[in-house]
């Protein structure tokens, strides 16, 4: 999945700009408690772990994709034994059939 699809960018420049109007926005003159303070600041917190962890698993993701990893399985199976299977790091090349001789 990639996170760049434009409906992504608008949702988080939606969100970023709310945001930022309501801290910009002023408020009523009243004192915070202590306790609400703490959750706001541990709220904040907890979304910039999440948005971090977000980024550099998207990163890793992309980084890991790149090296070539293995995308295909290759699967023998017979009636005497198990399944068995590998990974096989690239598609295998196209052969050509072998040449039959033909009957003259």
């Given at each position: 999945m990639?996170?760049?699809?434009?409906?992504?960018?608008?949702?988080a420049f939606t969100l970023v700009m709310v945001l930022a109007l309501t801290l910009a926005a002023p408020a009523r003159a009243e004192a915070l408690e202590?306790?609400?303070?703490?959750?706001?600041?541990?709220l904040v917190a907890v979304g910039v772990i999440i948005i971090v962890y977000l980024i550099v698993?998207?990163?890793?993701g992309?980084?890991?994709t790149a090296k070539g990893e293995a995308r295909y399985v290759t699967c023998v199976e017979s009636d005497t034994?198990?399944?068995?299977?590998?990974?096989?790091?690239?598609?295998?090349?196209?052969?050509?059939?072998?040449?039959?001789?033909?009957?003259?």
């Open positions: 990639s996170v760049s699809h434009p409906s992504f960018r608008l949702l202590p306790l609400t303070i703490i959750a706001i600041v541990g698993a998207n990163v890793a992309s980084r890991r034994g198990s399944r068995s299977c590998w990974a096989v790091p690239d598609a295998p090349a196209p052969t050509l059939p072998a040449d039959i001789p033909q009957a003259s």
